[in-house]
């Protein structure tokens, strides 16, 4: 006979929940506990769940771009093709050291393996900074099902705010990793802005494009039911765009924009997975996609992934750029403020591409 929850230790979903999400134990003290049944709250409506035989049915993948070509105008343009036609590519050789890469990704684990104690010294309750929260699933509060997921969500302001507030174990290799990006997320914010006939990033178009950062340490612990449930929801990034490091576990799946069917994408070493957000989707009036994507749970193996969300200024006032506008272009999108952007997306669960509607005109 399967198990059940009442041959766990927990007797009742509100236990469980009280143990995740309040308590601070998070998914991964959940796995921990050995649970072998997934709790009802775990449970995603079925057209929710990524059921393998509805992917990898197709031999579509995303462009893997080598960012070391010497013929830079074919790397832009490469850039350039897979922000209109996928939202997403992979790139290699990119420039940044490897081993920055490693050691994020080994810190990732040790913030997570800290005790429960240490982590929740950094919850919403307790957090002394609000650029700074550890939590489960997305919004627990608002979701009818939750995800499997747990995440430190970390708002850079300045290297001395992350030395006051950030957690020691894994600040330096963070801000690490968010500064030897930077250069290559400037270059892809170059290319993507010439074709859209933006000549430079001067300060305006930088506060638009890369005006603030935040970076999630994620971590997907082994699932008992899978297939049941989902590591994160479909959802686009309210990013400019988002730079992902993910391990060599797999399980994040794209939506194609040719076929609607979902793909995945493959790790590749010492590859970045990048992605439009809805915020360049709005910048340049729809050319470039902001396209939805989820992560499967994994039920052999914890998976983690550490995304660098590069954002407008919250203050900034975004819409169709004026560049883009200027060649007669109908504005489908309105001006709004970014920081409402941002407040919209977070007070519902996730919900595919639902979000941009909200700045259509
Ligand atoms: O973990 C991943 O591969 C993707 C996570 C993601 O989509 C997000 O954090 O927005
Ligand atoms: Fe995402």
Redesign the pocket.
Known sequence: MAPTLSTTQFSNPAEVTDFVVHKGNGVKGLSETGIKALPDQYIQPFEERLINKFVNETDEAIPVIDMSNPDENRVAEAVCDAAEKWGFFQVINHGVPLEVLDDVKSATHRFFNLPVEEKCKFTKENSLSTNVRFGTSFSPLAEKALEWKDYLSLFFVSEAEAEQFWPDICRNETLEYIDKSKKMVRKLLEYLGKNLNVKELDETKESLFMGSIRV?L?YYPICPNPDLTV??GR?S?VSSL?I?L?DQIG??HVRSLASGNWVHVPPVPGSFVINIGDAMQILSNGRYKSVE?R?LANGNNNRI?V?IFVNPKPESVIGPLPEVIANGEEPIYRDILYSDYVRYFFRKAHDGKKTVDYAKI
Do not use: E, F
Request: hydrophobic content about 25%.
């Open positions: 999630n994620n590591g994160v959802h990034d988002t992902l993910q399980g994040l994507h992560v992934s995304p």
